[in-house]
């Protein structure tokens, strides 16, 4: 914030008494952040952010006392009997001078800073104890766990990152969500942990992972087009059955030829010519044309139903049934558009026909 050069007042806004000494005598008045300044220049979810920082900064402050007591108890106090006991009593030292600034200063002011002054004072403290020829170490604080530990401590915890972003250099999208939530990649994997939203990731260390192996478990990170394939997924009103090339026992590496890089349908369909014929590969393109038609059509009737519903709502009347009807066209729909309906084109037509049929029901009463 100070280097986007807001100032004090940008944030303290509300005039409160004061109750007790500090900066100001009882009696006086001082001005107290509120909450929605921070909605109101970054919008929701920051006035929770704040709120967790000033939390995290009574532990932060905890934390560095408990890490500072335990170096003090370390290398013990009066005259230093060697060169070594008194570098790690200065190591100790710095470490309670940067306590007594994480106390005065207010961690939430600079909320990654006072994170980085405990990171600095429990390496202090641990090289205090190592210097001193003391075995042990200071307590460990929770948030030094993992080197991604912070990240969502501190911020994304309130604020996710977009779920899907597009790699302009590797012109890619990236599913985000995936890779951190299903996946279980640590932030710092891909981001450095000293700067923010810097990616330090290249993209060999991407494909280290992606389409090096015709052994990779696909499915791991292509779950919906695995359950569709398979015919796995839980639809609403449809009993599912897997691809008659699932059926066969075929893997997805079968079809996708991996070192071509990214997946399409037409070097699919290199892949049906290969093994049947030229009207196969036609075949494929067809199914794609058909799947895309037919997900567009329900594209716009769900958008449509759901403003329907919502003003029919509004005025009073009841929708409870409509809404069901709704829902299983979305599920249905997301299954094939998720999926990618030609991985499974006979339950997709399936899927895609009953959700335009409960589209209907309920667009036949506006």
């Known amino acids: 914030m100070f280097s986007a050069q807001v100032s004090c007042d940008g944030c303290h806004t509300k005039s409160v008494e004061v109750l007790e000494s500090g900066v100001a005598f009882p009696g006086e008045k001082k001005l107290t952040a509120e909450r929605k300044s921070c909605v109101a220049c970054h919008g929701k979810n920051y006035d929770r952010m704040l709120d967790d920082w000033i939390r995290a900064s009574r532990v932060l402050v905890a934390d560095m006392g408990a890490i500072v007591a335990s170096g003090e108890a370390a290398v013990g106090a009066g005259p230093a009997k060697s060169k070594k006991l008194a570098e790690a009593r200065a190591l ?3 470490a309670r001078a940067n306590l007594y600034l994480l106390k005065a200063g207010r961690g939430a002011h600079n ?32 948030i030094l766990a ?4 912070y990240c969502l401590t501190l911020c994304h915890q309130r604020v996710r990152p977009p779920r899907e972003l597009f790699f302009q250099e590797m012109e890619v999208r990236f599913p985000h969500s995936l890779h951190v939530e299903d996946v279980g990649i640590e932030c710092t994997k891909c981001h450095s942990p000293d700067r923010h939203k810097m990616r330090i990731v290249t993209k060999s260390e991407c494909m280290a992972c992606h389409h090096e192996s015709r052994d990779i478990d696909c499915g ?7 359950a569709l394939y398979e015919g796995t997924v839980k639809p609403v009103g ?14 997805c590496t079968e079809c996708h030829e991996l070192k071509k890089g990214t997946q399409t349908v037409l070097t699919v369909k290199g892949k049906c010519e290969e093994c049947h014929s030229e009207k196969y590969g036609k075949m494929l393109l067809g ?26 709502e509004k005025i009073g009347k009841n929708v409870e049934a409509e809404k069901k009807l709704l829902k299983g066209a979305e599920t249905n729909y997301e299954i094939v558009s998720n999926g990618r309906g030609t991985h ?13 049929d409960d589209l209907d029901r309920i667009l036949k009463k506006k």
């Open 92 to 94: 100790v030292a710095d």
């Open 111 to 142: 909320i990654e800073y006072a994170y980085k002054i405990v990171k600095a004072g429990y390496e202090q403290v641990s090289a205090a104890y190592k210097t001193a020829g003391v075995s042990g170490a200071p307590p460990r604080p929770a």
């Open 146 to 149: 993992s080197p991604s530990a």
């Open 220 to 226: 791991k990170c292509h779950k919906a087009h695995k």
């Open 238 to 251: 449809v009993s599912p059955s897997p691809d008659v090339m699932a059926e066969a026992g075929l893997a």
């Open 287 to 312: 199914w794609k044309e058909e799947i895309t038609a037919k997900e567009n059509a329900i594209a716009v009737g769900l958008e449509e139903a759901r403003e329907y519903l919502d003003r029919t």
């Open 344 to 356: 499974n084109i006979e339950l997709s037509r399936e899927l895609l026909k009953s959700a335009q």
